[in-house]
C-alpha cells in the first residue's frame, strides 16, 4: 500500500509559480514511478508528467512542456511539481499519483492517488 498526500496549491496570478509536492508513505518510494495529472470543473482528467523510479527519466504533456518539470527526492519520499508561467487554464484539481503498471500518461495505470490540491490561477 502507499500513501499520498499533495500540498501546494493555491491562488497565483497568470504568470506566477507555484511548486506542488507529493509526500508518499508505505512502500519504499524509489520502487516505483509517480505522475501527476490534474481535472478541472466538467473536464477528463488530464496526464500532466511523470517520473521514473529514480528521476532519470521525465516526460510532460505537451500543454505543459517548458513550463512545469516534475522532479523527485527519494530520501524525502517526496515528488515534485514545479510549475512556472501559469496560465487560467492551468486551474485545476492536481493529483499525484503512484505505480504505474503500464503507460504513465494514462491514469488508469496507476494503482494510487492523492486526495488532490487546487490550483487556482487568476488572470
Known amino acids: 500500500q502507499v500513501q499520498l498526500v499533495e500540498s501546494g496549491g493555491g491562488l497565483v496570478q497568470a504568470g506566477g509559480s507555484l511548486r506542488l509536492s507529493c509526500a508518499a508513505s508505505?512502500?519504499?518510494?524509489?520502487?516505483?514511478?509517480m505522475g501527476w495529472f490534474r481535472q478541472a470543473p466538467g473536464k477528463e482528467r488530464e496526464y500532466v508528467a511523470a517520473?521514473?523510479?529514480?528521476?532519470?527519466?521525465?516526460y510532460c504533456a505537451d500543454s505543459v512542456k517548458g513550463r512545469f518539470t516534475i522532479s523527485r527526492d527519494n530520501a524525502k519520499n517526496t515528488v515534485y511539481l514545479q510549475m512556472n508561467s501559469l496560465k487560467p487554464e492551468d486551474t485545476a484539481v492536481y493529483y499525484c499519483?503512484?505505480?504505474?503498471?503500464?503507460?504513465?500518461?494514462?491514469?488508469?495505470?496507476?494503482?494510487?492517488w492523492g486526495q488532490g490540491t487546487q490550483v487556482t490561477v487568476s488572470s
Open positions: 508505505g512502500r519504499t518510494f524509489s520502487s516505483y514511478a
Open positions: 517520473i521514473s523510479w529514480s528521476g532519470g527519466r521525465t
Open positions: 499519483a503512484a505505480d504505474p503498471l503500464g503507460n504513465y500518461g494514462l491514469g488508469s495505470s496507476y494503482r494510487y
